[in-house]
């Protein structure tokens, strides 16, 4: 089945405790993107990624990172997490960055408070 | 000033009814446009794309309009099972840009 998994679906953790949200594709698609979503806010674009190896900054990357080792990993990590990134993550895909009409499919979600 | 704007709502309507939201975005370069349904707390998931020439998929129909730079969605004879949070979304240049969504209340 074509999906685009996320782990952990539920995380608490304490400030500065680094974590790792892992995020996977079977799709083979080339792009990848890390969203966070809080009430009144709506979707906001941390980071994505056009191929492998190739990262860019999106709306709100401050206290984030990723890599894109392999075409289906996509890793969101928190060196130091604070309460302002409690929030609810999303991983998408699509099969391109650059083709016409070509959608995003998206992961379960991560739900995350930092206390 | 954000890409793409939309009336937050909420809609609240009758079953039955027919209810249409509109979108505009800033970039008259976009590309690719789709509206997505999100239910409360779940992943966004894809209702249709859209396209200039207007597409319909049973209950719902979307239009394009780049000469004003608006995206409608239609909803004709609504359920309750329509009731979510409507995102437009635009493509430009590879990056996806999301509206803060409108939401629908469909009630008995």
């Known amino acids: 089945e074509a999906q685009v998994t996320q782990n952990p679906r539920y995380l608490i953790t304490v400030t500065g405790k680094k974590l790792t949200v892992t995020c996977s594709q079977n799709m083979n698609h080339e792009y990848m993107s890390w969203y966070r979503q809080d009430p009144g806010l709506g979707l906001r674009q941390i980071y994505y990624s056009m191929n492998v190896e190739v990262t860019d900054k999106g709306d709100v990357p401050e206290g984030y990172k990723v890599s894109r080792k392999e075409k289906r990993n996509f890793p969101l990590i928190l060196e130091s997490p604070s309460p302002n990134q409690t929030s609810l993550y999303f991983c998408a895909s699509s099969l391109s960055p650059t083709a016409i009409g070509e959608t995003q499919y998206f992961g379960p979600g991560t739900r995350l408070l930092v206390l | 000033r954000k890409e793409v704007e939309q009336d937050p709502g909420p809609f609240n309507v009758p079953e039955g009814a027919t209810v249409a939201f509109n979108c505009t975005y800033s970039n008259s370069a976009s590309q690719s446009f789709f509206w997505y349904r999100q239910d409360c707390r779940k992943e966004p998931k894809l209702l249709m794309s859209?396209?200039?020439s207007g597409n319909e998929d049973g209950r719902f129909t979307a239009q394009l309009n780049r000469a004003s730079q608006y995206i409608s969605l239609l909803i004709r004879d609504s359920k309750l099972s329509d009731s979510a949070t409507y995102l437009c979304?635009?493509?430009?240049?590879?990056?996806?840009?999301f509206g803060s969504g409108t939401k629908l209340n469909v009630k008995p």
């Open positions: 979304v635009v493509r430009l240049r590879g990056k996806f840009y």
């Open positions: 859209v396209y200039s």
